[in-house]
């Protein structure tokens, strides 16, 4: 039970995580200017063992989760179980499955995936060979074919199962959003979200940063405007994230009713918060901490998920009572806001500096 102010507020008994997004494996093939892991700094990496991922599907099964995003800080399908955790989740009942991949070795897996898999959710940060390779260190082909393959199982009509593609946007790939939208139209996309580069050094916020930055309103005006046009007439949702923070803000794992589970089977209230890391906006570097409220081997989900410093963050998320400290006007002076253990309303841990609350970068779930 919460107490705020006169109020006394307690959790559903009907409350359950709807969602889980699921690391299966912190490794990657690719190495991308933009991914979380290069700023990692508490080492939390490995990969799930199958004691761990059997207690989950306990878990899933007792707690009628509805939805496994197959996600987290590096690629499910490196996992070397991946294809029986997929078949083990559908008949564990879990009714939609996605799975968040690079896409490059896509072209292998399909065959063995596509009845299994739901929603397909695809990074793509440049069409054009040259520049995809800058940005992610891999070959754009290898994602072309996978797609390609793909393709030739959705049944048009139906669109089934969903594709998704995720675009990255910095400032050397911004104009090749155009692209990359033909790209998604070419392709027969359901949905594309832009989201943005969260900068993880002061350099990379220099050479690659758009969020915040004087003269960027103009360029991406200019370009959700030919977004717009080119998306017109054909059935396809773009989610844009904003390069401000948003007044309105929404937390995407909190408002889907989502958890993220870690390799290890710890247990974190979101993506963001899963791992040790560092970012910097507007030279304010941040450290952050990794938040976890216990560990599925140990404890069983709806216990953790009631948890009352868990249901204390989700019932903060909800109702807004978090400071904001991207357009805090003392935040380049601020201690507080250098890392997420305080904020300057007591909370701990807190939420008032992130890029995903204020809707700057979007997280598929
Ligand atoms: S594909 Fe994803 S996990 Fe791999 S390096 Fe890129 S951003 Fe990181
Ligand atoms: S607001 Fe951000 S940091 Fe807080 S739980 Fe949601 S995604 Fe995680
Ligand atoms: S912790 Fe409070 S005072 Fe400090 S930057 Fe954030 S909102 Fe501003």
């Not at 930055?213 to 030919?226: A, G, R, V």
């Not at 216990?303 to 009572?321: F, K, S």
Request: overall charge positive; hydrophobic content about 40%.
């Amino acid at each position: 039970m919460l107490k705020y102010r006169d109020w006394i507020i307690d959790l559903s008994t009907q409350s359950y995580p709807d969602t889980i997004v699921l690391e299966l494996t912190t490794d990657c093939n690719l190495k991308c200017i933009h991914c979380f892991r290069n700023a990692i700094w508490d080492c939390s990496t490995g990969a799930m063992d199958k004691k761990t991922f059997s207690r989950l599907l306990e878990e899933i099964i007792k707690c009628n989760v509805e939805r496994v995003v197959l996600s987290g800080w590096g690629e499910p399908l490196l996992h070397k179980e991946i294809i029986n955790c997929i078949y083990e989740l559908k008949e564990a009942r879990v009714s939609s499955i996605a799975l968040n991949t690079n896409g490059t070795l896509l072209s292998e897996y399909v065959d063995s995936l596509i009845t299994y898999i739901d929603e397909f959710i695809i990074s793509i940060d440049a069409v054009n060979k040259d520049l995809y390779r800058t940005i992610r260190q891999g070959d754009f082909s290898d994602v072309l074919n996978g797609i390609i393959k793909l393709n030739k199982y959705r049944i048009r009509k139906i669109m089934k199962p969903a594709l998704t593609l995720l675009f990255t946007a910095n400032l050397i790939n911004i104009k090749e959003l155009i692209n990359v939208v033909k790209f998604a139209k070419n392709v027969g996309a359901n949905k594309l979200i832009i989201s943005n580069f969260i900068p993880i050094s002061y350099e990379t916020e220099d050479k690659l940063g758009i969020l915040v930055k004087h003269d960027i309103p103009k360029l991406y005006d200019n370009i959700i405007s030919e977004i717009a046009k080119l998306s017109m007439g054909y059935n396809i949702l773009i989610s844009i994230a904003s390069y401000k923070p948003k007044v309105e803000r929404l937390c995407p794992f909190i408002s889907n009713n989502a958890v993220f589970i870690r390799f290890d089977g710890s247990v974190s209230p979101c993506l963001n918060y899963a791992h040790g890391w560092k970012f910097v906006l507007e030279g304010i570097p941040r450290k952050i901490h990794s938040v976890t409220y216990g560990n599925i081997s140990n404890n069983d989900l709806d216990e953790i998920w009631r948890q009352y410093r868990y249901t204390q963050l989700r019932y903060n998320l909800d109702a807004g009572l978090f400071p904001s400290c991207l357009d805090c006007p003392t935040r380049k002076v601020c201690r507080y806001t250098l890392s997420n253990e305080y904020d300057c309303w007591g909370n701990n841990p807190t939420c008032a500096h992130c890029i995903f609350y204020h809707r700057m970068a979007i997280c598929p779930i």
